[in-house]
């Protein structure tokens, strides 16, 4: 298959598109996590509706990006690229004009299934285009820029929600997606793997999909009727069978979306282990980091979409270094150091209790935002670079589509679980916090009914004056508590993708075609 230079004409207007397209997908969910609080007011969304409005997006892109990158190699990579950007623009369209939580949380579906056909396109085009002496570097390029304009998204985000416009994260996909395709259709030339066989996977899509969601129902509904309930077994139970009969299908399955032998490289396992623990952490730490920023900690949207910007200097800095540096050296050292810095980095943001607002920035959450967005700088590309590098060229869409996969199925999982921890440490701590208020025990019922609420609980009608202070107190307190649980699970999440490159990530398997 031919490639191109990365300096040459035909190398920029792949990388261009490529990142347009990336970036659009990644501002919108950066975006969205900051407008959380003002879509929550404006929708009179509880705490499990805004689980759901994250994870349905991230349920449809989790089951069908893996048939997305077995599309692009058969069918034609730009093909179906392209394809994947227009139907996600019509997603966020409607996503900006949704009237209730239920809609929205249809059209975000929508948006899914474009993103599984567009997602994984941008890094399948860019490494099976790139010279493979270049890729690294390319794949690097790709990784600063995207991060650039995606970590614009929250401050971009935190404007709009900050002035009741947050329905425009939405309506500014459109024209950068639009530009994608005028750039894709006029300048880089279709490519696809001309071994590869037809046929599809649905038999396999279709068990994913309902095995996630089910799962994601289980977890979302503890909070709401308790573990020990017939919802929650039976939609565990069902979710994992669900799960073990995709691994089934998958392995007797003529043309399988996930081919099992591709995990028969211990590389290509450990660099999936990694993402999955390391991108676990990441979406819930910086969920809660966002909610408590605006909702307990005095922080306009705005303010919290501009305290990323250390994370996106470190991104500009370091990642295209980074990728050079696993093209010369090999990806195993990096990330051994890099999601082993990030978990520290959530780590101290843990420890963060109250404070008096954006003042206290620099001595507050400002050093844990910079060593997490050092560990991030020194992982995602050489991250990439594994996983890409440790499959044949043919594999290239499927290898990445395995990958997006798992960073989306990380989230959900870590969306539905620790929302649900969430839940109940807030609901643990408000119990204690009310322990010793002259309150009967009938109203310390009805406050503790906000918990499912979060960070935007409201003290419930009839409290005035001092009791009411005291409620709203024992809100903050309980979130606050819960916050500090789930970034250190978050913490810990990113420490054991530190040991899956101890275990498994080997330099010398980074090559293509092994």
């Known amino acids: 298959m031919a490639t191109v230079a990365l300096g040459s004409k035909a190398g920029k207007w792949i990388m261009v598109s490529s990142i347009m397209a990336s970036a659009m997908a990644f501002i919108d969910s950066t975006a969205l996590n900051v407008v959380l609080p003002s879509l929550q007011k404006s929708l009179n969304a509880s705490g499990t509706d805004l689980f759901w409005i994250l994870n349905a997006y991230l349920l449809m892109l989790a089951a069908l990006i893996l048939i997305g990158g077995s599309l692009g190699d058969r069918l034609g990579r730009k093909k179906v690229f392209m394809a994947g950007i227009f139907i996600f623009i019509l997603g966020s369209a409607a996503c900006g004009f949704a009237p209730s939580v239920t809609l929205l949380v249809v059209f975000r579906m929508l948006q899914g299934i474009g993103g599984a056909l567009m997602i994984p396109g941008s890094l399948s085009l860019i490494s099976s285009s790139i010279n493979p002496k270049e890729r690294g570097k390319a794949i690097g390029t790709w990784s600063a820029f995207t991060t650039v304009v995606t970590m614009g998204g929250p401050v971009l985000g935190g404007a709009f929600g900050d002035a009741g416009l947050w329905r425009y994260i939405f309506f500014i996909n459109i024209p950068i997606g639009i530009g994608a395709l005028i750039i894709l259709a006029r300048q880089v030339k279709e490519i696809k793997d001309e071994e590869g066989i037809q046929g599809l996977d649905f038999a396999g899509a279709i068990a994913i999909a309902l095995g996630l969601a089910a799962l994601t129902f289980g977890f979302l509904r503890i909070p709401a009727v308790g573990l020990n309930n017939w919802q929650v077994y039976s939609s565990l139970g069902g979710g994992l069978l669900l799960l073990l009969v995709f691994i089934l299908i998958e392995k007797k399955s003529k043309y399988p979306m996930m081919p099992l ?84 980095g959530l780590l101290i943001l843990s420890f963060v209790k109250q404070t008096t607002g954006p003042a206290d920035y620099w001595t507050t959450f400002f050093p844990g935002i910079l060593v997490f967005g050092l560990g991030m700088s020194l992982t995602v590309a050489p991250l990439t670079t594994a996983v890409m590098g440790s499959v044949s060229d043919h594999f290239s869409g499927t290898a990445s589509g395995v990958n997006n996969a798992l960073t989306r199925i990380a989230s959900v999982f870590a969306n539905a679980i620790l929302g649900a921890l969430a839940v109940l440490f807030f609901s643990g701590a408000l119990q204690g916090e009310l322990k010793n208020v002259r309150l009967d025990s009938k109203q310390k019922q009805v406050i503790e009914k906000q918990s499912i609420n979060l960070g935007n609980a409201k003290v419930p009608k009839g409290f005035e004056g001092k009791d009411k202070a005291v409620i709203e107190k024992a809100y903050k307190e309980s979130f606050i508590s819960a916050y500090g649980k789930i970034m250190q699970i978050s913490a810990f999440s990113g420490f054991l993708g530190a040991l899956m490159a101890v275990f498994f990530i080997k330099n010398s398997a980074v090559k293509k075609g092994k």
């Open 261 to 344: 032998q591709l995990f028969t490289n211990l590389t290509f396992s450990g660099a999936n282990l990694l993402t999955f623990f390391l991108y676990a952490g990441l979406g819930a730490g910086m969920l809660f980091l966002g909610l408590n920023m605006v909702q307990v900690q005095g922080y306009s949207q705005l303010q919290s979409g501009l305290t990323f910007l250390p994370f996106t200097v470190l991104m500009i800095t370091l990642a295209r270094f980074a990728g050079a540096q696993a093209d010369k050296h090999g990806p195993r050292l990096l990330l051994i150091c890099g999601p082993a810095i990030a978990g520290a």
